[in-house]
Nanobody, 124 residues
Framework: QVQVVESGGGLVQAGGSLRLSCAASGRTSGVYRMGWFRQAPAKEREFVGSISWSGSSAVYADSVKGRFTISRDNDKNTVYLQMNRLKPEDTAVYSC?????????????????WGQGTQVTVSS
């Protein structure tokens, strides 16, 4: 099993920045990719981006490209989501997920282990 725990959510004004962390533990030797998703009230869970376990390749949803950056600290088994130029429409619960596949999937079903999520609220 792999445990995934997010942290770093909070309240920020529009135009501001926030960094989320995602710590993976347990049998991480079987993890090949980490992804970030978000879910706003009354909306479906939406792919934000993902990064390979080695940290060598990242992909992003068009809605966040150029504003969000995913990175990885190999020593800490931690993935980060740096969010800049935040907008009120970025308000959501952000969840981190781990995949046993190296495929850079953007669907919920492409990921095997999920964290509980952390709330991000962007005020206008």
């Amino acid at each position: 099993q792999v445990q995934v725990v997010e942290s770093g959510g909070g309240l920020v004004q529009a135009g501001g920045s926030l960094r989320l962390s995602c710590a993976a533990s347990g049998r991480t030797s079987g993890v090949y990719r980490m992804g970030w998703f978000r879910q706003a009230p009354a909306k479906e869970r939406e792919f934000v981006g993902s990064i390979s376990w080695s940290g060598s390749s990242a992909v992003y949803a068009d809605s966040v490209k150029g504003r969000f950056t995913i990175s990885r600290d190999n020593d800490k088994n931690t993935v980060y989501l740096q969010m800049n130029r935040l907008k009120p429409e970025d308000t959501a619960v952000y969840s981190c997920a781990a995949s046993r596949s190296g495929y850079a999937g953007s669907r919920v079903v492409d990921y095997d282990y999920w964290g509980q999520g952390t709330q991000v609220t962007v005020s206008s």
